[in-house]
């Protein structure tokens, strides 16, 4: 079957970018690494009741079978044998806090079981996208609980609000002194009310965005002019654009050439 996505009508899609269902995902590779986007994802192991997931050591922890990505600022590893069938939720940026009741900002670069955040309800959740017959009607019992579980009123600070949108122009994004000089809020203020609903501080989440448009720009190409890329992004240097990149990614940028998939994310990790 592949993947399927579903967008979700409002007020759901303020928050969420999709919701996607993958089967039959079969990789020759055991492990791969996964590259921060400045995003949360929630995820559902349909084919196994756990999920292995490897952070800063080389022992997997293991969860039930549904887990809670908070926002990364570096790159995690997964097993690719429990990615068989999966379905799950992509958060947009600043997306995930209305359905989880703490500040995402203390899920930086970790993994929570959902169980432990929404007990019992996330066991029944997956039972019942388990016996949902079609990836149909999964994506409607998964919207129907987001609804059900969303704060009240469903809506971000103003203040973030005006940040992501200003952080994330197409053209000329603007820095965090600008947008800070504008929303009338302390500096320290600003960062504390950010972090918890974004789960990064307004300076690390721009430099994940930016090293996101580097992939982009990427893309397939066979032929990289890495200066241009490096100073197209705003890096100052090419040392600088190199550091960076390893921090997010954990490799150098042509070894990430050399390893990329169509999954721009997705790096395969080759014994």
């Given at each position: 079957?592949?993947?399927?996505?579903?967008?979700?009508?409002?007020?759901?899609?303020?928050?969420?970018?999709?919701l996607w269902y993958y089967e039959g995902y079969s990789q020759p590779h055991a492990k791969e690494r996964l590259l921060p986007d400045g995003s949360m994802e929630l995820v559902f192991n349909l084919n196994e009741d756990q999920m292995r997931v490897?952070?800063?050591?080389?022992?997997?922890?293991?969860?039930?079978?549904?887990?809670?990505?908070?926002?990364h600022s570096k790159f995690?590893?997964?097993d690719t044998a429990e990615q068989t069938t999966?379905?799950?939720?992509?958060?947009?940026?600043?997306?995930a806090f209305p359905f989880f009741k703490l500040p995402v900002g203390e899920l930086q670069d970790r993994h929570v079981g959902l169980d432990t955040l929404w007990g019992l309800k996330a066991v029944e959740l997956r039972?019942?996208?388990?016996?949902?017959?079609?990836?149909?009607?999964?994506?409607?019992?998964?919207?129907?609980?987001?609804?059900?579980?969303?704060?009240?009123?469903?809506?971000?600070h103003p203040a973030v609000a005006f940040a992501?949108?200003?952080?994330?122009?197409?053209?000329?994004?603007?820095?965090?002194?600008?947008?800070?000089?504008?929303?009338?809020l302390s500096s320290r203020r600003f960062?504390?009310?950010?972090?918890?609903?974004?789960?990064?501080?307004?300076?690390l989440f721009c430099r994940v965005r930016r090293f996101q448009e580097v992939l982009k720009r990427l893309g397939m190409k066979r032929e990289v002019d890495w200066t241009r890329i490096a100073?197209?992004?705003?890096?100052?240097?090419?040392?600088?654009?190199?550091?960076?990149?390893?921090a997010f990614s954990g490799i150098n940028p042509t070894s990430y050439l050399a390893h990329r998939t169509e999954h721009l994310n997705h790096v395969p990790i080759l014994d």
């Open positions: 079957m592949g993947l399927r996505r579903y967008i979700p009508p409002p007020p759901l899609s303020e928050f969420v970018d999709q490897y952070e800063s050591t080389s022992e997997p922890r293991t969860f039930r079978g549904s887990v809670l990505v908070g926002a995690f590893v997964i999966v379905i799950g939720v992509h958060f947009k940026p600043g997306g039972d019942r996208l388990l016996e949902a017959p079609t990836p149909d009607a999964k994506f409607s019992i998964l919207e129907r609980v987001l609804l059900e579980q969303a704060a009240k009123p469903l809506g971000r992501l949108m200003r952080f994330g122009a197409v053209q000329h994004p603007q820095s965090v002194a600008d947008v800070t000089g504008q929303i009338g960062i504390d009310v950010f972090n918890n609903q974004v789960g990064l501080t307004p300076k100073l197209d992004c705003g890096y100052f240097d090419q040392s600088h654009f190199i550091h960076d990149f390893r």
